[in-house]
């Protein structure tokens, strides 16, 4: 049975170790510190794939990996987009599966010898990571989420995006400039003309995104480029120096780690 529309495949998401890479960047380095990126797969509009999330984590955690000694993962594709359900192709898990995945991803990880992890999370909507770090921070294990808000605000200013956090909630300037940048083909036509804006979305969890957007696009695509979206993830990057440094020494407080 052949389907009815062209599909068109993202490469590059899953890391090309093999398992001497893994030893011989994890020698001499302890605690050794793992990256996994957690997407979604949800709708951004008709003009960005259902696997943006997916992408934009991937393309930060292997910003990350192309400057720090970590070890990459392959990501988390499906997680929590149920404000996002009344749009076809949108497909989530529960938020009790998702903190599991994590949980069982980092336990394997500490059985192996790695002893820190890095959740790079690209989709907003998945609240409950910030539960598992909190927790697992709590049990005394090596675990942190990134990026934080202020990261973001960072190479937002950094890269010279103009739409402030709040506005530029989904498919986006950031989205797009990222996906410009790191997947261009996969970019429609139609993100210069797709921009709308709904500051106010007090009640989002209880109506979801259908309430406050017909496209699915609640931003200004239209202000992305691949400049923009290559600034963002160095900034990215940068910001990452501290969270390493933390995990990685285990010494000092998140005040220092960010100086």
């Given at each position: 049975m052949s389907g009815s529309g062209a599909r068109t495949t993202a490469y590059g998401l899953l890391p090309g170790d093999t398992t001497e890479d893994v030893r011989t960047r994890g020698a001499g380095v302890s605690p050794q510190v793992a990256v996994l990126p957690v997407g979604s797969f949800e709708q951004h509009g008709p003009f960005l794939p259902l696997a943006t999330d997916t992408l934009v984590a991937c393309a930060i955690a292997r910003e990350i990996a192309d400057a720090f000694p970590v070890h990459l993962l392959p990501p988390v594709t499906i997680a929590c987009s149920h404000e996002h359900a009344a749009w076809p192709g949108t497909v989530s898990i529960s938020s009790v599966t998702l903190h599991?995945?994590?949980?069982?991803?980092?336990?394997?990880?500490?059985?192996?010898?790695?002893?820190?992890?890095?959740?790079?999370?690209?989709?907003?909507?998945?609240?409950v990571l910030g539960n598992v770090v909190q927790e697992s921070s709590a049990r005394g294990e090596r675990m942190a989420l990134f990026p934080a808000a202020e990261d973001w605000e960072t190479a937002r200013e950094r890269a010279g995006v103009v739409t402030s956090l709040l506005t530029d909630m989904h498919a986006g300037e950031i989205e797009t400039s990222i996906l410009l940048h790191a997947h261009p083909e996969l970019v429609r036509p139609g993100y210069e003309s797709a921009d709308f804006t709904a500051d106010d979305r007090r009640h989002l969890l209880t109506v979801g995104m259908s309430a406050y957007t017909e496209s699915g696009v609640i931003g200004r695509p239209s202000l992305g480029s691949a400049e923009k979206g290559k600034q963002l993830l160095a900034s990215l990057a940068g910001s990452f120096a501290a969270y390493f440094r933390l995990l990685a020494s285990g010494e000092g407080s998140a005040t220092d780690s960010a100086n």
């Amino acid at each position: 049975m052949s389907g009815s529309g062209a599909r068109t495949t993202a490469y590059g998401l899953l890391p090309g170790d093999t398992t001497e890479d893994v030893r011989t960047r994890g020698a001499g380095v302890s605690p050794q510190v793992a990256v996994l990126p957690v997407g979604s797969f949800e709708q951004h509009g008709p003009f960005l794939p259902l696997a943006t999330d997916t992408l934009v984590a991937c393309a930060i955690a292997r910003e990350i990996a192309d400057a720090f000694p970590v070890h990459l993962l392959p990501p988390v594709t499906i997680a929590c987009s149920h404000e996002h359900a009344a749009w076809p192709g949108t497909v989530s898990i529960s938020s009790v599966t998702l903190h599991a995945v994590v949980r069982d991803i980092a336990e394997s990880l500490r059985r192996s010898g790695v002893d820190a992890l890095v959740v790079v999370n690209g989709h907003g909507g998945n609240y409950v990571l910030g539960n598992v770090v909190q927790e697992s921070s709590a049990r005394g294990e090596r675990m942190a989420l990134f990026p934080a808000a202020e990261d973001w605000e960072t190479a937002r200013e950094r890269a010279g995006v103009v739409t402030s956090l709040l506005t530029d909630m989904h498919a986006g300037e950031i989205e797009t400039s990222i996906l410009l940048h790191a997947h261009p083909e996969l970019v429609r036509p139609g993100y210069e003309s797709a921009d709308f804006t709904a500051d106010d979305r007090r009640h989002l969890l209880t109506v979801g995104m259908s309430a406050y957007t017909e496209s699915g696009v609640i931003g200004r695509p239209s202000l992305g480029s691949a400049e923009k979206g290559k600034q963002l993830l160095a900034s990215l990057a940068g910001s990452f120096a501290a969270y390493f440094r933390l995990l990685a020494s285990g010494e000092g407080s998140a005040t220092d780690s960010a100086n």
